[in-house]
């Protein structure tokens, strides 16, 4: 397997001459006004995607980006400014450009930028799948329209697009450290209609990660996710309507992290903390959550969607315990952030292209397993609501309100799993979620790798992930009272 930081390190080299010593005489630029820091980010990405409508291909697209941003910091101060050329005289620009947020003139000392390799990747970039011919990606998806059509008669409809991307990275800093990573990325995604009369219901599923063609081998088949979305839409035709009220809830094991992710985990990126915006700001070392809860959010985990090698600001990925046994024990820090809190980066600085800033940002982040059995949780509620997969949602990170749209749900009547349910809406309060957390099961699973976070106009890939878990007590809005 290639070390990705020195196939990044060789690629802007050969294709784009960007050495040690371009990159230390732009940093000197970009501090010859005082500034304490700076940084260099290098990118070049390749993007593909296919999409199929209608038994037949819709659209192809490939595209080229690429550019520098440049970072320049001073006391609580930042200076950005970025370029789409590789040309000596607009880096230069962009660079003194970024460190106007300082006022003075100095000469800035030499940098002595050095290459550094950790010997560490957590996936593969030797085979991506934007290097497979067109012909190949249109057969999966051909695949998939066979197989939801086969599914059910019902089924008159498959949507589906396939798309992909070969991210390089370089990061120069003026501590004298050059990072660099090669990203591969895939996403799978389908959309299956089921229809009987007037009932039209549509059904979504979908996966990936940071992996190539071996994604449609060693995970998943195209087959499959039809057949799930196909069987989901179907599902939904004889769906009843949920009950209103407010009642136990089985959050199912996988996709159930997004609701972990969204209504908890950004409450815990530490610049919402730093600014006194998050309902977690000043809780360190306090209980946020029932005893049962560990939260972790972990970049290292092989392949997945959220995982990556460095983050933004150069620094290794890392496991970083959250909430642990309900109490609050970290925030996720980016350099910024972990300077004013006293404590070392988390490797969570994240940015969506050079054109960005970084923040703080999740990577893979889910709820560690518990000591029951899915059965026995099931068995244990005499009337509630079984979720299982998601549409989406709404959250205030100030305070942890949510509101989520659950796509597929069922209701637990007796310790039984039975009817499925239609228009399931879940509304209420991360933390206070958390906190009514009885039972956690022994079936941990992340979620297949399709789920995107967006922040500030931001989004980046994430992973989710969750056992079988039961809250006591969850506003359920739906249409029967």
Not at 231 to 241: H, K, M, S, T
Not at 256 to 281: I, M, P
Not at 395 to 401: H, P, Q, T, Y
Not at 462 to 478: E, N, Y
Request: aromatic share 6%; charged share 20%; glycine share 10%.
């Amino acid at each position: 397997m290639t070390d990705p930081a020195l196939a990044a390190l060789q690629f802007f080299r050969d294709r784009f001459a960007i050495d040690p010593a371009l990159t230390s005489s732009l940093l000197s630029i970009a501090l010859s006004r005082g500034g304490d820091f700076a940084e260099l980010y290098f990118e070049h990405r390749t993007n593909s995607a296919i999409t199929w409508e209608d038994q037949r291909v819709k659209s192809a697209t490939r595209t080229v980006s690429q550019g520098l941003g440049i970072r320049v910091v001073r006391g609580d101060a930042i200076g950005y400014a970025y370029t789409e050329s590789f040309e000596f005289e607009a880096m230069r620009r962009a660079a003194e450009t970024a460190a106007r947020i300082s006022a003075g003139e100095r000469t800035a000392p030499p940098i002595d930028a050095t290459p550094s390799l950790t010997g560490i990747t957590y996936y593969d970039t030797d085979h991506p799948l934007v290097a497979e011919p067109p012909t190949a990606k249109v057969a999966l998806l051909e695949r998939a329209d066979r197989a939801a059509r086969a599914f059910d008669p019902a089924v008159t409809r498959l949507d589906a697009s396939i798309g992909d991307e070969l991210k390089y990275i370089l990061i120069a800093r003026s501590d004298g450290k050059i990072v660099g990573d090669v990203q591969p990325l895939i996403r799978f995604n389908v959309s299956a209609l089921a229809q009987r009369g007037d009932n039209r219901q549509v059904a979504r599923q979908g996966g990936g990660g940071r992996m190539g063609i071996e994604y449609f081998e060693r995970v998943t088949t195209p087959e499959t996710l039809a057949r799930e979305a196909a069987r989901q839409a179907v599902l939904q035709l004889d769906a009843a309507d949920a009950p209103a009220g407010t009642l136990p809830v089985v959050l199912a094991a996988g996709d159930s992290g997004v609701l972990l992710h969204e209504a908890v985990g950004h409450g815990l990126e530490a610049d919402f903390n730093r600014k006194g915006t998050s309902n977690y700001t000043g809780r360190i070392g306090q209980p946020v959550a029932s005893p049962l809860v560990t939260v972790v959010d972990d970049g290292t985990i092989a392949s997945s969607r959220g995982s990556i090698n460095v983050d933004d600001e150069g620094n290794p990925s890392a496991r970083n315990v959250l909430i642990e046994n309900g109490i609050l024990r970290a925030y996720l820090q980016d350099e910024i952030s972990a300077r004013h809190f006293g404590v070392s980066p988390s490797g969570s600085g994240r940015r969506q292209s050079f054109k960005d800033y970084v923040m703080p940002r999740m990577t893979n982040t889910f709820m560690l397993p518990g000591e029951d059995t899915p059965e026995d949780i099931i068995r244990s509620v005499d009337r509630g609501i079984y979720a299982v997969s998601y549409s989406g949602g709404q959250v205030n990170i100030s305070n942890g309100d949510f509101v989520f749209s659950v796509t597929e749900a069922y209701l637990i009547e007796n310790g039984r799993i039975t009817t499925p349910l239609k228009n399931v809406m879940l509304i209420g309060n991360g933390p206070d979620v958390l906190s009514k957390v009885t039972r956690v099961a022994n079936d941990y699973r992340l979620s297949d790798g399709r789920w995107t976070c967006g922040k500030d106009g931001q989004s980046v890939p994430v992973g989710v992930g969750m056992p079988t878990v039961l809250v006591s007590g969850i506003t359920v809005g739906g249409t029967k009272l």
